[in-house]
């Protein structure tokens, strides 16, 4: 069995270590916050999708906003993995990392531009998946000004529900995203007119952080039919993909196995698609492969107490790590370093941003905190500095890659004369 996380402490009176190397130390060297990062654990998810998929032609393209950082999809792209990506600035860390990996990419988003759409044509990804009839009007003007042929695949809104926040829901018709498979099949005999279009896939994503793999299924046969049909139609069609979305389990004290869970995933999806012949699935899992391979490393500032309430006040905020405001989620913290005797105590975690929404953790029990420790933030390698911003003009944090048993600086801590640079006054 693999382990869920890369955090653990190696004895009763060692401090918390990722993959046997010492967080204390990190921090001591890196500073705080800081996120560290588990290279095992990262591949180690890429190969669980990659083998639960031998059985079909299938690649695992990574969703790049989870976590962006070069050094992970350089790590992610020599081990076979393509990028799903959903902007430009996304395209162009791929092709720093390798300028071949563009035949890897899949593009997302409903907002391309015209300027994205010349880039991705230019550097030849893989197919761009298209979500709206005026994206199509826009891919045909741009493919045919450049000669420069293009595979796509719609997007389709298969009108799932899928237990997840609302704000990352994506699979129903209420939402932006995709076209409505009602209408798809009338979408795609107008594309199949565009002399440099050609209609190759299907693609579907109904949201993030869903733990039920039920949904996936039921989106997966929508999906299979709607294949069928347009192969009736006479389109060619070879490429199935799938989307994200596959949630982790944020809470320790429930079970979580990722072979389980992946095992459940491939069997829904297989079971739909695997009938299919001649069909590529592609993947676009982003949290379940990064996730559980972080944390987030802040130190104690102050400990406050308003009536009733205490407060712990650590140097890390929202604007490092925004899913607790922004989605109300939910992170296991621990201490670094476990004081013997430290009572446990219903605490706020919260950092030094003037918002009531920055905190990390409310009325939650934590072992008797005192200025200065450490605490680590658990499962924030997705959407945590992916998502973070210079909010209340604070710098970003560094990050830290564990290998084997060697911790790298993969980004330095930001300055004030980043944050200034492009500024005038
Ligand atoms: C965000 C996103 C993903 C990745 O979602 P996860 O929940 O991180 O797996 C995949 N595909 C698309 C189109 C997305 O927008």
Excluded: W
């Excluded at 395209?91 to 531009?113: M, P």
């Excluded at 420790?373 to 390698?381: K, Q």
Aim: aromatic share 6%; glycine share 8%; net charge positive.
């Amino acid at each position: 069995m693999i382990s869920t996380r890369p955090f653990a402490y190696p004895a009763t009176q060692s401090p918390l270590a990722c993959d046997g190397v010492a967080l204390d130390a990190l921090a001591k060297k890196y500073g705080t916050p800081l996120y560290v990062y588990s290279a095992n654990q990262i591949l180690t998810r890429l190969q669980l999708f990659q083998k639960a998929f031998e059985t079909i032609p299938h690649l695992v393209c990574y969703s790049v906003k989870a976590n962006s950082a070069l050094a992970i999809l350089k790590l992610l792209d020599a081990h076979g993995a393509g990028f799903d990506i959903v902007s430009c600035g996304e395209l162009e860390r791929i092709l720093r990392v390798n300028r071949k990996a563009a035949q890897r990419v899949v593009f997302s988003g409903v907002g391309k531009t015209a300027a994205e759409i010349d880039l991705a044509l230019r550097s030849g990804i893989l197919i761009f998946n298209v979500e709206s009839a005026g994206e199509l009007d826009l891919l045909a003007e741009r493919t045919s000004k450049l000669r420069k042929r293009a595979r796509i695949a719609l997007r389709v809104n298969p009108d799932v529900f899928a237990e997840t926040h609302p704000y990352i829901s994506t699979g129903l018709r209420e939402h932006k995203f995709g076209i409505d498979i009602r209408q798809a099949r009338t979408v795609y005999k107008t594309a199949a007119k565009q002399k440099y279009l050609d209609p190759a896939g299907v693609s579907v994503h109904i949201g993030s952080q869903i733990r039920s793999t039920d949904p996936f299924g039921a989106a997966a046969e929508r999906v299979a039919q709607l294949v069928l049909d347009l192969r009736k139609d006479g389109l060619p069609i070879n490429s199935v993909d799938v989307g994200g979305g596959l949630g982790i389990e944020y809470h320790s004290d429930h079970t979580f196995e990722p072979e389980a869970k992946m095992q459940q995933y491939a069997d829904a999806l297989l079971k739909a698609l695997g009938p299919i012949e001649g069909l590529q699935l592609l993947l676009e899992p982003g949290r379940f492969i990064v996730a559980q391979a972080g944390a987030l490393l802040t130190r104690v500032l102050y400990v406050k107490k308003n009536g009733e309430k205490t407060f712990v006040v650590t140097d890390a905020a929202m604007n490092d790590l925004i899913r607790p405001a922004l989605y109300q989620a939910y992170h296991d913290i621990v201490p670094v370093v476990r004081r013997k005797g430290a009572r446990k105590k219903a605490v706020d975690v919260v950092g030094p941003v003037c918002e009531t929404g920055d905190f990390f953790a409310r009325d939650r029990e934590l072992p008797e905190l005192k200025p200065g420790e450490l605490v680590a933030i658990l499962d924030t390698g997705a959407y945590g500095l992916s998502l973070s911003s210079n909010y209340n003009s604070r710098p970003r944090p560094a990050e830290v890659l564990v290998e084997g048993k060697r911790a790298r600086l993969i980004r330095r801590r930001e300055t004030i004369d980043d944050l200034l640079a492009a500024e005038k006054m």
